[in-house]
């Protein structure tokens, strides 16, 4: 079974900084996809970015850019010029392509705090 | 706005109580979803619908009941419900079942005394 594990409950980063939030996942699955999705205090989930695994070139929208590394599974979200409507909680999610058993396995979630 | 509402945002109630919560999504999605969202707990999945058939149950207690009269509404009926049932339920389409962007609603937050 996939896991999706990110190591930082909670973090800070300095308005107009750059923040990067990181998330790991354990599959043996070659083909797949990788999420980032944001719940701000409204809790409404909001997709900010997407990859596929057979893509190399990491995926960008707007401020936000991933540093995918298959190799060591590893799937880290940058946030640019942060500012203060980032602030939410970040939740990094995988799912297979595997027809048939396909699911969105989620992490436990980073807490982003964004200091004025 | 991502087209997925749900209703009501906030829930209180008792554990004998009867209680429903209803999902809408205006996106002509075929495929909805619940999730629960536990504080500290990865989200997750209790049931899947596609084209208003069950397809999925993730050995949910038979106290959460969901009911998908159409497309565009999920509902999830909760009885006899127990305190640690107290989270964050979550509602998501996708415009065919586990298509690779699922679209979530904000959610009904969920107390059980």
């Known amino acids: 079974a996939q896991t999706v594990t990110q190591s930082q409950p909670e973090m800070s980063v300095q308005e107009a900084e750059t923040a990067t939030l990181s998330c790991t996942y354990d599959?043996?699955?070659?083909?797949?996809?990788l999420f980032w999705y944001k719940q701000p205090p409204s809790r409404q989930m909001i997709l900010v970015i997407r990859?596929?695994?057979?893509?190399?070139q990491n995926a960008t929208e707007n401020r936000f850019s991933v540093n995918f590394q298959k190799a060591a599974k590893s799937f880290s979200l940058k946030i640019s010029d942060s500012q203060l409507g980032d602030a939410a909680m970040y939740f990094c999610?995988?799912?297979?392509?595997?027809?048939?058993?396909?699911?969105?396995?989620f992490g436990t979630g980073t807490r982003l705090t964004i200091i004025p | 706005e991502t087209g997925v509402t749900q209703t009501p945002r906030h829930l209180v109630m008792g554990m004998t109580n009867k209680k429903s919560l209803k999902c809408e999504q205006h996106?002509?999605?075929?495929?909805m979803y619940w999730y629960k969202q536990s504080a500290k707990k990865p989200l997750e999945l209790m049931f899947v619908?596609?084209?208003?058939?069950?397809?999925e149950n993730n050995s949910v207690p038979s106290r959460f009941s969901p009911e998908c009269p159409n497309s565009s509404h999920l509902f999830l009926h909760l009885h006899t419900l127990q305190p640690e049932d107290s989270a964050l339920y979550l509602c998501?389409?996708?415009?065919?079942?586990?298509?690779?962007?699922?679209?979530f609603g904000p959610g009904t937050r969920l107390l059980v005394l």
């Open positions: 998501a389409s996708s415009q065919d079942m586990w298509q690779e962007t699922q679209y």
């Open positions: 599959t043996s699955e070659s083909d797949y996809y």
């Open positions: 990859q596929e695994a057979y893509k190399q």
């Open positions: 999610a995988y799912r297979t392509v595997d027809f048939g058993n396909e699911k969105l396995t």
């Open positions: 996106l002509g999605h075929n495929a």
């Open positions: 619908y596609s084209l208003e058939e069950r397809v």
